[in-house]
């Protein structure tokens, strides 16, 4: 069994900064991929970013410049700090674990940016 649970969403700014935390529990093996996702309304839920676990990136292009993706092994925890964030960066955010052939979701974190 694994759980994700995500945490730092929230309501800010234009050109404002947010950092969103994934703590994923249970049978996690050392060798995984960790990602973010987002759905805003009426839209299919996308990647934001994924990293896998020895540390390379992938980043989808409406964010990169301004969007970090991390993780701390050790702590079974991935991070997106986000700058810099726009309008249409509002969505909910969603955490996600591949391994083994299997996905897992957390419940989601609402992203809201507006003025």
């Known amino acids: 069994q694994v759980q994700l649970v995500e945490s730092g969403g929230g309501l800010v700014q234009p050109g404002g900064s947010l950092r969103l935390s994934c703590a994923a529990s249970?049978?996690?093996?050392?060798?995984?991929?960790m990602g973010w996702y987002r759905q805003a309304p009426g839209k299919q839920r996308a990647l934001v970013a994924a990293?896998?676990?020895?540390?390379?990136?992938n980043y989808t292009d409406s964010v990169k410049g301004r969007f970090t993706i991390s993780r701390d092994n050790a702590k079974k925890t991935v991070y997106l700090q986000m700058n810099s964030l726009k309008p249409e960066d509002t969505a909910v955010y969603y955490c996600?674990?591949?391994?083994?052939?299997?996905?897992?979701w957390g419940q989601g974190t609402q992203v809201t940016v507006s003025s």
């Open positions: 996600n674990l591949r391994q083994m052939f299997r996905s897992y």
């Open positions: 249970g049978s996690i093996f050392s060798s995984n991929v």
């Open positions: 990293i896998i676990s020895g540390g390379s990136t």
